[in-house]
């Protein structure tokens, strides 16, 4: 269950719901096979597992959630193979080549008799509701799949209000500063970083298993090249890739925090989860916290976003 990778969003005006009223809302939009035509659906499914039906978990001031992606498993190659057989076969019956319109139709009636016998698979998607800190954190580096489950959150409160991380300034420069300079407290640069030419079409190097202190980084940084992702660790406990669109790659909670586990005497698999989630949390709060300190511009809330009764609401 621990976060691999994380994208910190933050809620623009407090959010207030409870667990049970929460969990209310997302039963209106659950997960559910594709139809027959239906090459995916999107909804909400238990954190928990598939053999559980709660879909809001909580702990430590923290609501984890799950949005599941099911999926038709049918590559267009498979597709365009049928389509240009029945395309040849017409139009050596008819003798003549067909339009473009009737490509598409074909196309079509192709999808329509393969979808039904396609498997599907299940893509979830986690992601928590830090209510002491008021942020939403998914375990994802996609942009994309985190507007995904941001959106379907939307739909399934009537509304959502909630901002991507800013940065106060370029993130990228200060990065670059952190290996001329010291970085902060609690952070050690470690041995991975991508170096790009500000220049549009300025060239990008990846390092990986490179000490950073080297001469050769140090010619990069010299030709004007700026770091814009860097490998760190945090306080012995949590190493990850930060990037300049302050997405974090790559979490790996080190034994320092896994063994803490041992201090809980897990029986059932809610009390695993119970642990896993609470010490991932506690220990995400700190590191969360100093990188929104060191980058993030404070959160925008005016009194215009808030409707009169659900004031975390926003259409």
Not at 90 to 111: F, P, Y
Not at 172 to 188: C, G, R, Y
Not at 206 to 231: M, N, W
């Amino acid at each position: 269950m621990w976060f691999k990778n994380i994208i910190v969003y933050q809620f623009k005006i407090p959010f207030t719901l409870s667990k049970a009223e929460l969990e209310q809302k997302l039963s209106q939009h659950t997960s559910r096979p594709c139809g027959k035509l239906e090459m995916s659906t999107y909804g909400w499914s238990s954190p928990l597992g598939r053999q559980d039906h709660t879909l809001v978990y909580s702990a430590y001031e923290g609501l984890l959630i799950c949005g599941n992606r099911q999926e038709k498993l049918l590559p267009s190659s498979v597709i365009k193979e049928q389509m240009l057989e029945k395309v040849v076969d017409q139009e050596q019956q008819q003798m003549r080549k067909l339009s473009k319109r009737e490509k598409e139709s074909i196309q079509e009636q192709v999808l329509a008799e393969l979808l039904p016998r396609a498997f599907s698979r299940s893509q979830p998607t986690y992601a928590y509701i830090d209510t002491k800190n008021q942020w939403l954190v998914i375990d994802t580096s996609s942009q994309k799949k985190a507007e995904a489950l941001i959106e379907l959150l939307r739909k399934s409160l009537g509304g959502l209000s909630v901002q991507s991380l800013q940065a106060k300034e370029s993130v990228a420069k200060v990065l670059t500063s952190w290996l001329t300079d010291n970085p902060p407290k609690d952070f050690i640069i470690a041995d991975e970083c991508e170096l790009r030419s500000p220049e549009e079409e300025g060239g990008i190097i990846r390092c990986k298993q490179q000490d950073l202190d080297s001469k050769e980084i140090e010619t990069h940084l010299k030709a004007g090249k700026l770091l814009t992702q860097v490998a760190l660790q945090w306080q012995d406990k949590i190493s990850l890739v930060l990037a300049e669109d302050l997405v974090m790659k790559r979490l790996k909670f080190e034994e320092l925090i896994t063994e803490q586990k041992q201090e809980y005497n897990t029986e059932t698999p809610e009390e695993e989860m119970e642990a896993d989630f609470t010490i991932m949390i506690n220990e995400l709060r700190p590191l969360l916290t100093t990188i929104l300190k060191l980058f993030a511009k404070p959160v925008d809330a005016t009194a215009s976003d808030a409707p009169p009764k659900e004031s975390w609401l926003l259409s």
